[in-house]
């Protein structure tokens, strides 16, 4: 297990290191000059202005050197020159080209808000969409079964974000139950936190809990069929006990799998549901950032979050595999 663990983290360092290389291609020396949106944001911009911030970005250096000063800033503090010095603490990810703030200290102010509608989200999508595929699964053949795939194919056929808009119009703006969707912070006012999140929650929940109602369907019909969930029942083990503690445990582990990846571009930026709901996360600051003139910076900053996060979710799931399942071995 401990060498398993050791090879993963060294090939999830790996595959970081090279996104983070992409990503500064991409977004530093491609077809966009990066120097251009900040000087459009200092009045007209002109070409002695537009000269003196690539040379104070130091745009004018060898892509190597320019990857190499920004990589080390991931790990130590390192000044930023455009107009005046700003010294940016490790791990540094630039200074906003709008705000003049480190974008690390923004990405952690907005990440509470992000968290918070997805771990509320997935939870609900998770344990309706396995509760309801396990009902189904023993129920198969019947007409329940045959109305909660009817439903999930229903439900799974609308957008997203129409689901999303939907409930916003008619149950915040319309009927004005829920009049404010704003992020507060738990540590402030718990019940404020949790009310203002109940739509969030139930747009993501109500559409993505019906894949997993499917998933779980499948999976828990091709579990209930082996020979150890037979030789359970013949035992004489309890109805309830062998789907739960046999059949379950068994289906549940690729149902983990597409959860992890699904949680990790969950929490890599909510756009839709915080640009419906107007909370002020990852995924909206993202989509603002992109607004001309572009703060590509924190658009950097976003994106190299969310190829962490869906690296370690990934790291996480194989390792669950073994605890759930023992008949997963790592090797």
């Known amino acids: 297990m401990l060498g398993y663990i050791v090879r993963r983290l060294v090939s999830a360092a790996l595959v970081v290191v090279l996104t983070s290389m992409f990503l500064f291609l991409l977004f530093f020396k491609g077809p966009s ?6 000087c459009d944001l200092n009045g007209k911009c002109t070409p002695e202005k537009l000269a003196i911030l690539t040379e104070d970005l130091g745009l004018n ?7 190499g000063i920004w ?4 790990v130590s503090d390192r000044e930023i020159k455009f107009g005046a010095t700003f010294t940016c603490e490790a791990p ?9 703030g480190e974008v690390r200290k923004e990405l952690v102010e907005k990440l509470p808000a992000t968290l918070s509608i997805a771990v509320g989200g997935a ?8 509760l309801l595929g396990t009902i189904a699964a ?7 079964d045959r109305g909660l795939v009817a439903v999930s194919v229903f439900i799974s056929a609308i957008p997203y974000y129409v689901v999303a808009l939907l409930l916003w119009i008619f149950f915040s703006l319309q009927w004005k139950w829920f009049e404010d969707t704003s992020y507060h912070p738990l540590t402030e006012d718990p019940l404020a936190w949790a009310w203002a999140l109940v739509l969030p929650w139930f747009a993501i929940g109500l559409t993505s809990s019906t894949a997993y109602a499917r998933y779980s369907r499948g999976q828990m019909i091709e579990a209930l069929g ?4 037979r030789t359970a029942t013949a035992k004489g083990v309890s109805e309830r006990a062998v789907v739960i503690r046999h059949a379950l445990r068994a289906a549940i582990v690729p149902i983990i799998t597409i959860f992890g990846l699904d949680f990790a571009f969950l929490l890599s930026g909510t756009v839709f549901t915080e640009q419906i709901f107007q909370i002020d996360g990852i995924g909206r600051w993202a989509i603002q950032s992109l607004r001309s003139p572009v703060d590509f910076p924190v658009v950097a900053a976003t994106v190299l979050f969310a190829a962490i996060i869906v690296v370690v979710a990934n790291l996480i799931v194989d390792i ?6 023992p008949r997963v071995r790592l090797s």
């Open 33 to 38: 000059d990066p120097a251009r949106p900040l």
């Open 71 to 74: 990589a080390k800033g991931l």
């Open 123 to 130: 939870t609900i999508y998770l344990v309706t969409g396995v």
């Open 61 to 67: 250096d060898s892509v190597v050197h320019q990857y």
């Open 138 to 144: 023993r129920k198969r053949g019947t007409n329940m």
């Open 226 to 229: 082996e020979d150890f969930v």
């Open 92 to 100: 540094c990810l630039g200074i906003s080209y709008r705000t003049r």
């Open 320 to 325: 669950l595999y073994s605890v759930i399942d």
